[in-house]
């Protein structure tokens, strides 16, 4: 069965720290895809990044940096140097070959980022 | 621009009162869907459509009813809301294209309370 685990339900860092958002997920497709959206307080989803299960190359955009391991089955999210304005929830999702439109999503982090 | 829109973005309501949440896209998009999101479960999706006329149950349908009678509009309908059903609802749609990647673009989000 599919699922996403996002173990921490809340994180608390105090500016310019760097904060990693565990994922870990389970499928038993060998083609999905992983994701990660960010929700601010406004509640609108906003889409970070997508990663399809053939690419494990890391990736870095700017503060944010993704590490996909397939072998520990994660998808984990560091935010170097936080901010004030990352304090949000964030969310990892699945989706797999068979159903690309479905994406079951893990509980959510939140974020709260002090000044 | 292309977007998904959903009406009305706030809702108090009482319990046994129908509603209707409005979910429209511009795009020609073939699939559209609903989700609800909750404290500590994240989002779940409860009813899809791959087409006109075509609907189908997710993974939370119950007290939910949907129609597609355009390919533009996916309304949720909630015959006779009760408590639990006080969420925050996003559609989303996509391409709908089998075995392949498609973009989720979700709506802002409608913040229901059910008195």
């Known amino acids: 069965a599919q699922k996403v685990t996002q173990a921490q339900t809340e994180i608390s860092v105090v500016e310019k720290e760097d904060v990693t958002l565990d994922c870990v997920y389970e499928?038993?497709?060998?083609?999905?895809?992983l994701f990660w959206y960010k929700q601010p307080p406004s509640g609108e989803l906003v889409f970070l990044i997508r990663r399809n299960s053939f690419d494990e190359q890391n990736e870095i955009s700017g503060r944010y940096s993704w590490n996909f391991q397939k072998s520990t089955s994660s998808f984990n999210f560091t935010i170097t140097a936080s901010q004030v304005v990352d304090s949000a929830v964030y969310f990892c999702a699945l989706s797999e070959a068979g159903n690309t439109d479905k994406l079951i999503f893990g509980t959510g982090t939140r974020l709260q980022v002090f000044p | 621009e292309a977007q998904v829109t959903q009406n009305p973005r706030y809702l108090i309501t009482v319990t046994g009162k129908k509603l209707t949440v409005t979910c429209s896209q511009n795009m020609n998009h073939e699939y559209m869907s609903w989700y609800r999101q909750d404290p500590g479960l994240g989002l779940r999706q409860i009813y899809y459509s791959m087409n006109v006329e075509v609907t189908d149950k997710g993974d939370v349908p119950e007290g939910y009813k949907v129609s597609r009678k355009e390919k533009r509009n996916f309304p949720l309908i909630l015959e006779s809301p009760s408590p639990n059903q006080t969420s925050l609802y996003f559609c989303?749609?996509?391409?709908?294209?089998?075995?392949?990647?498609?973009?989720?673009?979700f709506g802002p989000g409608t913040r229901l309370t059910v008195l």
């Open positions: 989303a749609s996509s391409t709908g294209a089998q075995r392949r990647y498609n973009e989720q673009f």
């Open positions: 499928t038993r497709d060998t083609t999905y895809y």
